[in-house]
């Protein structure tokens, strides 16, 4: 039983670990900076594949080219992060800044989630989207951790005896 807690006791530590991991990782959104992995290596060397970065929106007026900026593709599922190459009466261009040539996609201001923070984690990124796209996971770590707190609490024969105090 003992050798039971101690690598449940183990795993718990790794889980707390990794639970505040991602916590830190999402704390940004408090200040309205959204994180978003990358996932592609079309803005490599300045955003390398894996790394969580943080964008957050802002008015038309402030987009100016040079900036990286995180829109919707037409699917308004997928989320990508390039350099605005050319602004031209509401029409942006984007491209990757390892990608030969311009993004085929014209943009509007409508698209534009928001400008990138020059703040990446690197690596990061592929224990993020691990997790998000495994989240059955959350059952066996619940598990773990239910075992955790009920072992600990189990009284060992040697440690758990009442001394008379006479």
Same mark, same amino acid.
């Given at each position: 039983?003992? /050798?039971?807690?101690?690598? /449940?006791?183990?795993?718990? +530590?790794?889980? @707390?670990?990794?639970? #505040?991991? @991602?916590?830190?990782?999402?704390?940004?959104?408090? =200040?309205?900076?959204?994180?978003?992995? *990358?996932?592609?290596?079309?803005? %490599?060397?300045?955003?390398? #594949?894996?790394?969580?970065?943080? &964008?957050?929106?802002?008015?038309?007026?402030?987009?100016? *080219?040079?900036?990286?900026? #995180?829109?919707?593709?037409?699917?308004?599922? #997928?989320?990508?992060?390039?350099?605005?190459? $050319?602004?031209? +009466?509401?029409?942006?261009?984007?491209?990757? !800044?390892?990608? +030969?040539?311009?993004? $085929?996609? !014209?943009?509007? &201001?409508? $698209? /534009?989630?928001?400008? !990138?923070?020059?703040? @990446?984690?690197?690596?990061?990124? @592929? =224990?993020?989207? =691990?997790?998000?796209?495994?989240? &059955?996971?959350?059952?066996?770590? *619940?598990?773990?951790? *239910?075992? %955790? =707190?009920?072992?600990? +609490?189990?009284?060992?024969?040697?440690?758990? !005896?009442?001394?008379?105090?006479?």
């Amino acid at each position: 039983m003992e /050798i039971i807690k101690k690598i /449940i006791h183990f795993l718990s +530590n790794i889980i @707390y670990i990794l639970i #505040t991991l @991602y916590v830190i990782i999402c704390l940004p959104m408090l =200040f309205n900076y959204k994180p978003l992995v *990358v996932l592609s290596g079309s803005m %490599e060397p300045t955003l390398p #594949t894996g790394s969580v970065i943080y &964008y957050h929106p802002v008015e038309e007026s402030d987009l100016k *080219v040079g900036d990286i900026v #995180t829109f919707k593709l037409k699917d308004n599922k #997928t989320l990508v992060s390039h350099r605005i190459t $050319s602004i031209n +009466n509401g029409i942006i261009q984007t491209k990757g !800044d390892a990608n +030969n040539s311009v993004d $085929s996609l !014209d943009l509007t &201001y409508s $698209s /534009i989630m928001g400008v !990138d923070s020059n703040i @990446y984690i690197p690596y990061v990124g @592929y =224990f993020i989207q =691990f997790v998000n796209e495994h989240l &059955y996971l959350v059952a066996i770590v *619940v598990t773990i951790l *239910v075992l %955790e =707190f009920l072992l600990s +609490n189990i009284i060992d024969d040697k440690k758990g !005896d009442i001394k008379d105090e006479k």
